[in-house]
């Protein structure tokens, strides 16, 4: 499967990031290759396989108990500015 | 001319009553200061690892059986990739093509009408943090409190046609999520909000037109007006030929200047991107779990109001306005219990109770108080207009209807040999009366009660002070 460059510029603005167009290409051929490699594995043949069959590791759940975060002092250690508690950035509206 | 009718489907995200956040240890107590319920899983720290809380298992799947949905007992979540900062992770997880239940319905009964609504899915997922736009600032401060804790979406098919309708879905909705212990669905603190596609096509007609999606009302009232407003705009395309302008986008209501505007238009309609979560295996419920699950389910709104006319011989109108909030039902009941007088603990809390709770947050008396106050008016110790007084001093104050009354001094005079010592006196200080009524003028009577009353301070049991007036009167 294919990847095209212009896929890859469209990805990149839905993420917010920027290539340039040396990486795109790059990027466009590693994305074909990860797809190439699905359709490889697609491949295999899966009759009689049970898809959730998840017997030997149990669903892990957590007990719903509220334990607050000890570090909190460096939780927030990274960010560039606060107002008091809270993380401020430049305004973003909707 | 043609006539048009609405097409309404909702998408109502609820946050679900747990103690922790899905993924995470940290508490979901709305109101704490910004950020304090936050840790290295909430806000997205690279190598963290969610664990699913065993609690949303549980209120989804009870949610579901509340909902009339089919619980799909091998579900699983997924990415929703989205570039914004009140998601710090850039995606949330959610689900996506296997939801947790689907296909349910809820009744319901407008102007004697039976609708059925139909509810597509239900999933659990994330809530975002919260951005906090400070006006004439040139900054957005974020609070990551809310971002983690337990949602359900529950979104339901194009089956409501009005305002009214959609309306009176989520309240129905809202009765049954409370009353199952599932959320407590407080609109104006967000932990439900509503978003509600909406279209416009000529009446008859089988299409779905071009929907538009409209969001931030924080109350039902709201709800109610925004679609008003909507279909209104959309109609008027329709009715002047231009109905290409209605275009797919996502509006926002403007409560303020009640009016929809434009959020996003379908040309930057979010591409999710979804994917299955590599984090979490998928979510597989057995199904005797499913069951017992579905077997701690208390009695639903349906159910509650059909036991309440049968036993308490009460109208559909008085148990409708009685269980809409389930803790006023509760305290129906148990003042019902305490006093065995169905339809005056009814009148009581449908006039006087809710009247007050138009202004306070919580029912300001005890049902033993109130059950107290009906059993001392029906008794006779006090009149029903003293009662009133008694009531209000009851909500101020914590102390007994006994007491209340002794110290206001509202026992009426039910004894006869004191209301007869009144009645004398009333009579033989007012003869023309007497001859009036003795000449057949039966106003005087009315008059000659109102002079013992008066006499009586207000405190004469008016039955007896009847009795005894007609008696002499009579002679």
């Known amino acids: 499967m294919k990847v095209t460059k212009e896929e890859v510029a469209y990805i990149a603005k839905l993420s917010n990031l920027m290539l340039t167009p040396e990486q795109a290409e790059k990027q466009a051929e590693e994305f074909s290759n990860i797809l190439n490699h699905f359709d490889t594995i697609n491949q295999e043949n899966l009759t009689g396989i049970e898809m959730y069959s998840f017997e030997d590791e149990p669903l892990r759940l957590r007990k719903d108990e509220a334990i607050p975060f000890k570090n909190s002092d460096e939780l927030y250690a990274n960010t560039k500015s606060m107002q008091e508690t809270a993380i401020k950035i430049p305004k973003v509206v909707e | ?475």
């Open chain 2, 1 to 475: 001319m043609a006539v048009y009718e609405t097409v309404i489907g909702l998408e109502i995200h609820v946050e679900l009553d747990t103690k922790s956040k899905i993924f995470c240890s940290c508490s979901t107590k709305f109101g704490a200061e910004p950020n304090k319920n936050t840790c290295p899983v909430c806000i997205g720290l690279p190598g963290v690892m969610p664990v699913l809380n065993e609690e949303v298992v549980k209120l989804a799947v009870k949610a579901g059986s509340a909902l009339n949905c089919k619980i799909n007992l091998i579900n699983k979540t997924d990415r929703k990739n989205y570039f914004y900062p009140d998601l710090p992770k850039a995606y949330q997880i959610s689900q996506f093509d296997l939801p947790i239940c689907s296909g349910g319905f809820i009744d319901l009964d407008i102007e004697d009408r039976a609708r059925k609504i139909g509810i597509t899915r239900i999933h659990i997922e994330e809530d975002a943090g919260k951005l906090i736009h400070l006006e004439d600032s040139e900054y957005t401060l974020i609070d990551y409190n809310r971002g983690g804790v337990p949602l359900i979406e529950i979104v339901t098919e194009p089956d409501m046609r009005s305002a009214d309708e959609a309306v009176a879905f989520l309240k129905k909705l809202r009765a049954i999520l409370i009353y199952s212990g599932i959320s407590d669905c407080k609109m104006e603190q967000g932990s439900m909000r509503c978003d509600v596609n909406i279209s416009v096509r000529e009446y008859g007609s089988q299409e779905l037109n071009t929907k538009v999606e409209i969001k931030n009302m924080n109350s039902l009232k709201e709800v109610h007006k925004a679609i008003l407003k909507e279909e209104n705009r959309q109609m008027q395309f329709y009715h002047y030929g231009e109905g290409h302008k209605v275009v797919q986008e996502t509006r926002r209501w403007d409560a303020s200047k009640g009016r929809t505007v434009t959020m996003r238009s379908k040309e930057d309609a979010h591409d999710y991107r979804y994917f299955p979560e590599p984090d979490l295996p998928p979510v597989i419920i057995a199904s005797e779990t499913a069951e017992a699950i579905k077997n701690t389910l208390p009695e639903l709104p349906d159910a509650k109001r059909k036991r309440m006319i049968e036993k308490y011989r009460l109208t559909e109108q008085e148990v409708d306005i009685l269980i809409e909030e389930k803790y006023v039902a509760d305290f129906y009941e148990e003042t019902v219990q305490l006093s065995n007088e169905p339809k005056e603990a009814s009148n009581w809390i449908i006039t006087e109770v809710l009247r007050v709770l138009k202004t306070e947050k919580e029912i300001p008396l005890t049902t033993r108080q109130l059950s107290d106050l009906i059993l001392e008016i029906k008794k006779g110790t006090i009149s029903r207009t003293a009662g009133k007084e008694v009531f209000e001093a009851l909500i101020t104050s914590e102390a007994s209807v006994e007491k209340i009354i002794a110290a206001k001094g509202f026992q009426q005079i039910s004894a006869k040999d004191e209301i007869e010592a009144i009645v004398d006196q009333v009579l033989s200080s007012n003869p023309q009366a007497i001859e009036d009524f003795a000449s057949g003028k039966t106003q005087s009577f009315g008059f000659l009660m109102g002079q013992c009353m008066k006499a009586s301070k207000g405190k004469g049991n008016p039955g007896v002070v009847k009795e005894i007036l007609e008696q002499k009167l009579r002679r």
